[in-house]
């Protein structure tokens, strides 16, 4: 994660235009004053920077749930704010010349609007969730050019590895995407997908409800997949096997094939390790035997006035509302010049989604961006409106 360790964090005036960079306004949690968020612009890209505040050393650095497709916009809005308010940087590890990563940023890697808006339809689609060191990925593309691949993964460092290895292999048939693989899925078209990877999920035998396959993941897998389309997991873990086998079997109108330490044609780095250890691998094939119905999601991200009093919005930090099929967990709260913004999940247990609203004179909004536009976030905004009108 891009970040500046500095000596002392100093304010601007807000709004303020530097280098091309926009700082809108800051938010201060309510509950710990030396947390700051800094509402920034770059390029069309909003997002904010996240301050932290320690005696004699503080943190500069991006805000993981807002934090943009480009990296290079992240690096520019770190150092336009340190020249702006005159920081003192005693470390960072922002570059100060930019790599040309961000070339191929512009074309491979995508943020989620891209899909939702206008979903690539132009060629047959396969999907690789949790992609880690992209091997298979990358094997994939290379060898099918005529299949549009879109890789899924949250762990930014993978992705930026992927991004190069695609650049140097010239690949034109590979898209990124940063995000949960569980909430991408919802706004798949029905019926367009040829296969979707999961291989070695992490088992989460703690946490079950983070799990990629679940019965919503394997319901979407199942809209979303072409007929004889397939979802595979592939699992060194027999715990996670003996969960998906159960999970799977659940579903009609599906064929499901299991193989135990079947070869690939090409074996992941956690692949690796695991036959060197001896670790029996497990392949759980299921084929899609039925065609779906097209998908429709209706709905809008509209509030009306807020019924409740700033004070009493603040007074919902740390509670938890429960519905039917999901909740809405208010995280934080921040105070702004002119009202207040709430860090809120909500949605469905297994497939959570984590925003900023913003409620001022002006009333209730989304900031940066509307929740992704999903039966499960439609059915949870409502909710959350219910609750803000009191
Ligand atoms: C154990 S690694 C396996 C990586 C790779 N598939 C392989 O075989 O080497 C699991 C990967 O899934 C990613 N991941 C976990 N949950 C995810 C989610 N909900 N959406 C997208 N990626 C996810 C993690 O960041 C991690 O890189």
């Known amino acids: 994660m891009p970040h500046l360790h500095i000596e002392e964090f100093k304010q601007i005036d807000f709004p303020k235009v530097y280098d091309e960079v926009s700082f809108n306004f800051i938010a201060s949690n309510a509950m710990h004053e030396d947390e700051k968020l800094i509402s920034t612009t770059v390029e069309d890209e909003d997002f904010f920077l996240l301050v932290k505040e320690e005696e004699n050393k503080s943190l500069l650095k991006t805000d993981k749930l807002t934090r943009p497709a480009s990296i290079h916009n992240v690096h520019r809005a770190l150092l336009a ?19 040309n990563i961000h070339l191929q940023e512009v074309t491979a890697l995508k943020k989620i609007e891209y899909f939702a808006n206008k979903f690539p339809l132009d060629k047959e689609v396969r999907i690789e969730v949790g992609f880690g060191s992209g091997r298979h990925l990358l094997h994939q593309a290379a060898t099918h050019p005529d299949v549009l691949f ?24 590979l898209l990124v995407l940063d995000y949960d693989a569980r909430l991408f899925m919802e706004l798949v078209p029905s019926n367009i997908v040829g296969a979707i990877y999961v291989h070695f999920p992490v088992p989460w035998d703690k946490k079950p409800h983070r799990r990629v396959i679940s019965t919503s993941f394997i ?34 109108k599906t064929t499901l094939q299991i193989n135990k330490n079947k ?128």
């Open 81 to 99: 704010y340190a020249k702006a308010a005159g920081l003192h940087v005693i470390n960072s590890n922002v570059p100060q010349t930019q790599k």
């Open 219 to 252: 319901e979407e897998a199942r809209r979303v997949l072409k007929v004889g389309g397939t979802l595979e997991l592939r699992t060194d873990s027999e715990n996670y096997y003996a969960y998906s086998y159960e999970t799977f079997i659940a579903f009609n």
């Open 150 to 173: 879109i890789g899924i993964e949250i762990h930014r460092p993978s992705i930026e590895q992927v991004l190069k290895q695609s650049v140097i292999q010239k690949l034109n048939n």
């Open 263 to 390: 070869d690939i044609a090409i074996s992941s780095k956690y692949e690796d390790r695991w036959k060197k250890m001896e670790k029996n691998i497990y392949d759980v094939t299921m084929i899609n035997d039925e065609l779906s119905e097209p998908l429709t999601i209706e709905g809008d991200f509209t509030f009306s006035k807020p019924g409740l009093s700033f004070d009493e919005i603040t007074g919902l930090h740390n509670k938890t509302f429960r519905f039917e099929d999901g909740f809405m967990h208010f995280e934080r709260v921040y105070k702004t010049k002119n009202g207040v913004m709430l860090r809120l999940s909500m949605g469905s247990f297994d497939r959570p989604e984590h925003l900023y609203i913003i409620i001022d004179e002006k009333g209730i909004s989304y900031y940066p961006d509307l929740p992704l536009k999903s039966r499960s976030n439609l059915k949870a905004h409502k909710e959350l409106g219910k609750i803000l009108h009191g």
